[in-house]
């Protein structure tokens, strides 16, 4: 049976803490919605309200351009071991950048890894557990590295001219804020 909370307490922080992936949906007024799946050591639980990943380049940027656009931000944890349990973190979100006064505190409780774009900052107004008992169990086998690879291989000035090229509009046409600062 679904149950809404305030805020995160101490059980759910531990089930956050426990999972391997989660899924970020967002959406603009008018457009398509966006759902990702987002792993490695990228998520941090800031306190019972708020909650931080860390954004690295891709090939696109939705997120970024439905924030700046919405703001809505929905995450979503599976259990795929153990009993079952979904929890969804329903609030407003927003990008934190390399040139905002924010990324000099929360920078340093992120690995510093290769293909950082941003840090997306969610500020949780409701949360939503519901049953999961239809979620499959997966065994999880570690960490993809294709995408450290990846970004590896195109070195600094590679990802940069990447993201400008491939990450500034959404596939829908909308701006995602990279590079702004520089356009200013």
């Known amino acids: 049976m679904a149950r809404f909370y305030p805020a995160l307490d101490d059980n759910l922080k531990a089930f956050i803490a426990r999972q391997h992936v989660f899924f970020v949906a967002t959406a603009p007024n008018d457009g398509r919605i966006n759902l990702s799946p987002k792993g490695l050591d ?79 900052l969610l500020e949780i107004e409701s949360l939503q557990t519901s049953c999961g008992a239809g979620v499959p169990f997966y065994q999880y086998q570690g960490e993809r590295e294709a995408l450290l690879r990846w970004v590896g291989k195109k070195g600094e000035r590679g990802i940069r001219d990447y993201q400008y090229e491939k990450n500034r509009v959404s596939i829908d046409g909308l701006p995602t804020g990279l590079f702004e600062e520089e356009a200013s």
């Open 42 to 120: 990228s998520l941090r639980i800031l306190d019972d309200k708020r909650i931080a990943y860390l954004d690295l380049t891709g090939s696109g940027n939705e997120t970024a351009a439905h924030l700046l656009a919405d703001g809505r931000m929905t995450l979503m944890f599976c259990a795929f071991e153990g009993d079952h349990l979904i929890l969804r973190l329903y609030g407003r979100g927003r990008s934190v950048r390399h040139s905002d006064p924010e990324w000099a505190a929360l920078s340093p409780l992120f690995p510093d890894l290769p293909g950082i774009r941003q840090i997306i």
